[in-house]
């Protein structure tokens, strides 16, 4: 068992293959965190901590006159809330009697095979061959106020998830304001921060910034995970690089408001926790209520921030995401969006359907615009009824027509919203957010949903089904274009309105299930404005996400390198789109654009009958390259070879018994007499001889990864190189 309990110590270890996790039952029955990082064996790490007085931090309730023992200073696993504890709030709860307090002791625990799960939330799954869990129940002090933690263990994988489950068994009601999932005082705070933020269009940008005293925190308030921070974090150790030093991921199962925050105390220390928003949440625990708090991917990686992408890769592609098409390969496909827009008919998508086939391309996705009276961005959704006067024919005649081409059908639908000139808003004015007495804000001229009421979905679910049976659908891209406000429920009474916005993430959940449990091999695609919902929750449920709306291959570089430090190449949607591109005008040869296309679930957005015959058979050959790496592009260990600052973005697929490997450079800076660019290969075997496809050249694997390759370098902007090297 990874998990392991020491009676005498009163330790809780947890080990994984190369890291170690572990609390401690400590004075007064307070649940301690002792230690995380890499693998020790055995030993209480509890010596590390020193009970001392420390000024103006008030010394624990029931320790008396002892002066040692203060909650603002012990490591805790949960922490307390008003009874000594200044530093960030983790469960913040009111109880009936009106008293604001949360002192949690441990009561037991319990260690099973097998992962646990959370009902209605998206989690990492397991049986018991690949995971353990360990809850450890914790109580307040002086009420009937539980708080079941929950730990999910992947031995192999290095990872162990954390969730909890909070109930109050008192009479009277508690009210609770603030909760996180998970929440880990480190003892020393000499630590970067890792933050990955954006705008439509620029999702994920990396920053890494030192954690100063005080709180340093990211979060969403729009609702959904967001383009502007992602529910991803990294400490890490001042030192550390791709491949040296200490980190720690943290990936949130959620699609909604999150906040994620990290506290360096007085005395140095670091606290860090990940849970929901807590403005405009506010929780009624009714006696017996339990409530459950979604699920955090953890990781430690002690060589380096590629090592815990890797981890974090493996897991998320393995064992978060589900379907048939987790492990297969996606179709490739075309996507009618750029090449058309609003401007199409059913002919015109046939006839692309049937130039497509001749370049090998697999699928034809329809996407905004077929439904409702939808012929611009400000009409139509919520009304999910082909428009076949547009179309001029059914959508069972133009998937059939598809289907006689050769090529599978799909389709593209925004279930969350409606606009105002809408049939369904003519019904029912009153399932979109607002209000009351004021006019809800529009974005993109639309209007959300609110999914939290059962009849929203349940018209959603039966407009879903109808599309997805009449025809031979093989796709669906769920998009979702604003962010929400005006979030307000007339279902609830004003007293629970704090819980209209969980209410809605958990409506999005159990739609999503039922059509997925439904259309079990229909290949989901989230979106939200490109990668706006790009979390580990919405990943639970479709297999990969449009990446971005920006599609110019060199911004996608930047974009997609920020998403590779948690997400997988497999989950990332990426297409070859026209040029001069449609977002910023700019120009990159095709070759460039399958490169980058390539690192993620490759398709075409364009329009292919307007592609020079030279361009279509690069489309065809593109198509076969793709076919032949997609093992390694999928399942292959990804590497981060440069930052998106240098003169050429590199990265590097290697496959995991390392007999084959893909680099993909792209240069991003033209000059002049410019230096010689030489970079290092990474994740080869260094005994093996490695034999270059094209020029035929052998190398060790030592000296790809010591001494480095020569990159070419061609007179052009913008120029792209793949090096294909299998063992020999
Ligand atoms: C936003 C998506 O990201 C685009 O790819 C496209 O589907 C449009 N919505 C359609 O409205």
Known sequence: MAICYDENAKTISIDTEHTTYQMKIGPYGVLLHTYYGKRISGEDMSYLFRYSDIGFSTAMGDAGMDRTVSLD?????????????????????????????????????????????????????????TAETLKVVLKDRAKEFYVTLLYGVYEELDIITRACLIENREEKTAVMDKAVSMSMDFLTGDMDIYTFNGRHEMEREVERRKLGRGITSVGSLRGTSSHQHN????????????????????SYVYSGNFLAEAEISQRDQLRFAMGIHPSRFRILLEKGRVFAMPEVIMSYSGSGLGRLSI???????????????????????????????????????????????????????????????????????????????????????????????GLAFGIWIEPEMVSEDSLLYQEHPDWAFALPGRTPGRGRCQLVLDLGRECVREYLYQAICKILDTGDISYVKWDMNRSICDVYNPELPPEQQGEAGHKYILGLYDLLERITARYPDVLLEGCSGGGGRFDAGMLYYSPQIWCSDDTDAIERLKIQYGTSFCYPVSTVGSHVSACPNHQNGRITPLHTRGVVAMAGTFGYELDISKMSDQDKEEVKEQIEDYKKYFDLVQDGDYYRLTKPEEDFTVWQFVSRDREKSLVNAVMTSAKANAPDYIIRLKGLDPESRYKEEGSGKIYQGSALMWGGYLLPREIGEYQSYQLYFVRV
């Open 73 to 129: 200073t012990m490591p805790q696993e949960m922490p307390s809330f008003n009874v000594g504890d200044y530093r960030a709030e983790g469960i913040r709860v009111q109880h009936g009697d009106g008293s604001y307090a949360l002192d949690l002791r441990y009561v037991s625990h319990d260690i099973t095979r097998g992962k646990y799960s959370l009902k209605g939330l998206p989690a990492m799954y397991g049986g018991s061959e």
């Open 311 to 405: 981890q974090f890769h493996r897991a998320i592609r393995n064992y978060l995401c589900r379907g048939k098409y987790k492990n297969s390969r996606r179709p490739v496909l075309i996507n009618n969006w750029e090449a058309t827009y609003f401007d199409f008919t059913g002919e015109k998508l046939i006839s692309i359907a049937e130039e497509a086939a001749k370049l090998g391309i697999e699928m034809l996705v329809m996407d905004d615009g077929w439904f409702g009276k939808r012929n611009l961005d400000e009409s139509g959704l919520g009304d999910w009824i082909p428009n076949e006067e547009k179309l001029g024919m059914s959508l069972k005649e133009l998937v059939e027509r598809v289907r006689e081409k």
């Open 231 to 250: 529910p991803f974090v990294i400490l890490c150790s001042s030192d550390t690089e791709e491949e040296y030093g200490e980190c720690y991921g943290f």
